[in-house]
């Protein structure tokens, strides 16, 4: 096993188009890293190169701290696991687990072999369905032969590519929680493509934020909840995502379409001398005026008074949607991020998620809570959280 680091890592395709824009990042032995971010934003590419199927245009990859810009993929010793498994439909599942020992000829002896395919399948569950073809497989158990594959190979690292994007909603839960638990099992180094954020919150010790080529973030998946460095990750981690709204400064406080919220020291040091800023407050960090976490704040938090123009019930929450009007700049502003998220809509109302059990209706004034604490303020011009 070893560490991958890349440092500045550049792609400029043949074409001239630069997919990655010097992406550095430092994934220690053992970590499970996710690349996540919207269609296009470079993710598959910095995987293909980490696996030596791109070349690096600039910069420097190190794996285990040997430069291997100029090795070749079969001698980086690394797993990748592509999304259509690559499984070899005329074999069986044993010898599709045992194909890369077989490939590396007369390296092991058929007992070895023998070990390493019952070791692997053993541990992915496989062992009863050794003799069947691929066809024969569910989606879940196919994938785990493409583990298998990876797994014999006593690779550095695994590396996979959107490989649970074919399967279904229920099926993809159930081998995310697989992938995760053998990952923490075999505690092999592992990067990880995704788009799906349930996935990125979920597989990864650190998940790594890209946008247009360019590294946003890099944190716990906590992390980027709680402290996104601009309004992109903001935007992009969260569901229902982030309400944006715009926030206009008056003397002590920050006048908002739907609330005023009165600026301490530490807010007025973030803002500084701007006039206008973008405020982001999640949708689960607002309550009821009457519920418990309202009235265990004792006074503190700011209350305020809606109009619900619209109620969802899922069982487990309920949205309350309350439309407010927009300043031109930051709708401007928010317009460009959605273009960026691959379109959630244009915001122009507040989603508030609430207990299941509120009895907040459509038409409703509804009163409020929320801790300003937990509040996010962005600079319209350079995207960057200031709180
Ligand atoms: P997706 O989630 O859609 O797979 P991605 O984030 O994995 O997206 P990449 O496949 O890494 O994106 O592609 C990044 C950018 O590079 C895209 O704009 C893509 O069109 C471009 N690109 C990919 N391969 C080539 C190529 N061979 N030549 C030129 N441009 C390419």
């Known amino acids: 096993m070893a560490s991958i680091t890349l440092d500045n890592v550049v792609k400029t395709y043949p074409d001239g188009f630069t997919a990655v824009k010097g992406v550095s990042i430092d994934i220690a032995d053992g970590e499970f890293i996710i690349l996540v971010g919207p269609s296009g934003c470079g993710k598959s590419t910095v995987l293909r190169m980490i696996v030596g199927l ?32 690559a499984l070899y439909p005329h074999l069986t599942v044993y010898e599709n687990i045992a194909f890369p020992l077989r490939l590396q000829k007369g390296q092991f002896s058929e007992t070895e072999i023998d070990e390493k395919v019952r070791r692997a399948s053993a541990l992915l569950e496989l062992d009863e369905h050794l003799d069947r073809k691929p066809a024969n497989l569910s989606g879940g158990q196919r994938q785990r032969v493409a583990m298998g594959r990876a797994i014999v190979r006593d690779a550095e690292a695994f590396l996979f590519d959107e490989p649970l994007s074919n399967l279904d909603a229920k099926l993809r839960g159930q081998m995310r929680t697989e992938i995760a638990r053998l990952q923490r099992r075999l505690a092999t180094t592992t990067v990880y493509v995704t788009h799906d954020q349930t996935e990125a919150m979920t597989l990864g010790d650190r998940v790594a934020v890209l946008r247009r080529g360019e590294l946003q973030q ?37 006048r908002t379409p739907i609330v005023d919220v009165p600026i301490d020291d530490r807010l007025r040091r973030a803002i500084g001398d ?38 969802e019930w899922l069982g487990e929450v309920l949205y309350a949607y309350v439309p407010f009007d ?57 995207n960057e959280n200031l709180t």
């Open 54 to 85: 791109e070349d690096i245009s600039d910069g420097e990859l190190r794996i285990g701290g040997e430069v291997v810009n100029d090795k070749a993929p079969r001698d980086r010793n690394l797993a990748m696991v592509f999304q259509n498994y």
């Open 218 to 254: 890099l944190a716990s998946p906590r992390g980027l909840y709680e402290q996104p460095v601009n309004l992109f990750v903001a935007g992009f981690i969260g569901s229902p995502p982030m309400n944006f709204i715009p926030g206009v400064v008056e003397g002590d406080h920050l």
């Open 274 to 311: 701007r006039q206008l800023v973008i405020v982001g407050i999640r949708p689960d960090t607002f309550q009821e005026a009457g519920s418990l976490v309202a009235r265990a704040a004792q006074g503190r938090g700011v209350t305020l008074e809606v109009d619900v123009d619209q109620t």
């Open 326 to 382: 927009t300043d031109e700049r930051v709708a401007a502003k928010l317009e460009e991020l959605d273009r960026d998220l691959d379109g959630e809509g244009m915001r122009t109302q507040v989603v508030v998620a609430l207990d299941s059990m509120s009895t907040v209706r459509e038409g409703d004034r509804a009163e409020l809570w929320f801790d300003p604490d937990q509040m996010h303020v962005f600079d319209p011009e350079t």
